[in-house]
T-cell receptor
């Protein structure tokens, strides 16, 4: 299966701290995307990084991609309570579908 | 622009029944994908429709089926429900599908199905 694996499964941090989560996948990809899900709701797209890119920023988010190690990381800087959510990486390895990892649950404590 | 709309939000059924879930994509989007989310299996791809044709299918039994109408609205049907079908069913739309072009998906809030 192409499904990625996120690490850690859960993360608890203090407001203002940074949160880092990692994603590993198994086969070559076209691009990798990160999504956020709040408490059983739909997923919200955060950022997309293509296979020929190494780093991308969007606001307080920084994503890196290492295709040689088949891994990606998502960094959330200066975390806020509103960042409490589950974060999923998703890879496009075959046309038309995303394969999602199991997710990292992030809790930001006030 | 209205987002992806899924109805109903919650559904309770009993084993053996069938259920139909509905998804209205963002206006202009031709691709609709369906995902099943459970605590044990995570997010699993069910199928994707593009311009009324099923373009890709995940590894689910034939009890799971879908269709897409000319206005891009999509329905998903599950027949002969089993306890293990209890899940959050998510629908997502995009202009042309994720493919190699790297489009992102827009998700609905999901339908929470409980099978008793």
């Amino acid at each position: 299966s192409q499904q990625g694996e996120e690490d850690p499964q859960a993360l608890s941090i203090q407001e203002g701290e940074n949160a880092t989560m990692n994603c590993s996948y198994k086969t070559s990809i076209n691009n990798l995307q990160w999504y956020r899900q709040n408490s059983g709701r739909g997923l919200v797209h955060l950022i997309l990084i293509r296979s020929n890119e190494r780093e991308k920023h969007s606001g307080r988010l920084r994503v890196t991609l290492d295709t040689s190690k088949k891994s990606s990381s998502l960094l959330i800087t200066a975390s806020r309570a509103a960042d409490t959510a589950s974060y999923f990486c998703a890879t496009v390895w075959n046309d038309y579908k995303l394969s999602f990892g199991a997710g990292t649950t992030v809790t930001v404590r006030a | 622009k209205a987002g992806v709309t899924q109805t109903p939000r919650y559904l309770i059924k009993t084993r053996g029944q069938q259920v139909t879930l509905s998804c209205s994509p963002i206006s202009g989007h031709r691709s609709v994908s369906w995902y099943q989310q459970t605590p044990g299996q995570g997010l699993q791809f069910l199928f994707e429709y593009f311009s009324e044709t099923q373009r890709n299918k995940g590894n689910f039994p034939g009890r799971f089926s879908g269709r897409q109408f000319s206005n891009s609205r999509s329905e998903m049907n599950v027949s002969t429900l089993e306890l293990g079908d209890s899940a959050l069913y998510l629908c997502a739309s995009s202009s042309n599908g994720v493919g190699q072009g790297g489009e992102k998906l827009f998700f609905g809030s999901g339908t929470q199905l409980s099978v008793l």
